[in-house]
T-cell receptor, first 111, second 114 residues
Framework: DQQVKQNSPSLSVQEGRISILNCDYT??????FLWYKKYPAEGPTFLIS?????DKNEDGRFTVFLNKSAKHLSLHIVPSQPGDSAVYFC??????????FGAGTTVTVRA | KAGVTQTPRYLIKTRGQQVTLSCSPI?????VSWYQQTPGQGLQFLFE???????NKGNFPGRFSGRQFSNSRSEMNVSTLELGDSALYLC?????????????FGQGTRLTVV
């Protein structure tokens, strides 16, 4: 039962433009959301997070938006850079000591 | 400080064998979680340990087990290996495991079952 869904397996964007990654969830008990970035042959690295009491969190080029009524969050990367090419995972927590992950979105930034 | 260390990095095993994977968390971190990553499936939660106690377990068969030692190092074991167990196994550590702070992942152990 996939409670976190990333419906776009891949995204291609030109360098300097905005990348928008989307994530939907079904479990209303999720109260904390995270984005992780993964390069090949490496473990995921934390990117940015947001608590359910907020609707936006910003960290440099990365902004996460949360729409609780729609059970939807998105990650915006502005401007996109070649080093951003990676797999991005959306994850959610219900406070039960585990993270539920989406299947990932592969981002390719074109020069 | 040193990151999360997983050993070995790569393993090839035959069906029916068993395997033990090891994870050393970041110093001071007491929570260790294990995840299985397969193509197209994202990361699937296996189990989480805190102070040698398993606090949560994912929907995996009993062939998958784990433990944590007093120094917070953790091992996971898979018995009677099946071809479908081929995956990247990732370990993550955090201070308390409450998941309202980031978890740090190791590079993973790539298990291939032939």
């Amino acid at each position: 039962d996939q409670q976190v869904k990333q419906n776009s397996p891949s995204l291609s964007v030109q360098e300097g433009r905005i990348s928008i990654l989307n994530c939907d969830y079904t479990n209303s008990m999720f109260d904390y959301f995270l984005w992780y970035k993964k390069y090949p042959a490496e473990g995921p690295t934390f990117l940015i997070s947001i608590s359910s009491i907020k609707d936006k969190n910003e960290d440099g080029r990365f902004t996460v938006f949360l729409n609780k009524s729609a059970k939807h969050l998105s990650l915006h990367i502005v401007p996109s850079q070649p080093g951003d090419s990676a797999v991005y995972f959306c994850a959610a927590s219900a406070g039960d000591y585990k993270l539920s992950f989406g299947a990932g979105t592969t981002v390719t930034v074109r020069a | 400080k040193a990151g999360v260390t997983q050993t070995p990095r790569y393993l090839i095993k035959t069906r029916g064998q068993q395997v033990t994977l090891s994870c050393s968390p970041i110093s001071g971190h007491r929570s260790v979680s294990w995840y299985q990553q397969t193509p197209g499936q994202g990361l699937q939660f296996l189990f989480e340990y805190f102070s040698e106690t398993q606090r949560n377990k994912g929907n995996f068969p009993g062939r998958f087990s784990g433990r944590q030692f007093s120094n917070s190092r953790s091992e996971m074991n898979v018995s009677t290996l099946e071809l479908g167990d081929s995956a990247l196994y990732l370990c993550a550590s955090s201070f308390a495991g409450a998941m309202n702070t980031e978890a740090f992942f190791g590079q993973g152990t790539r298990l291939t079952v032939v």
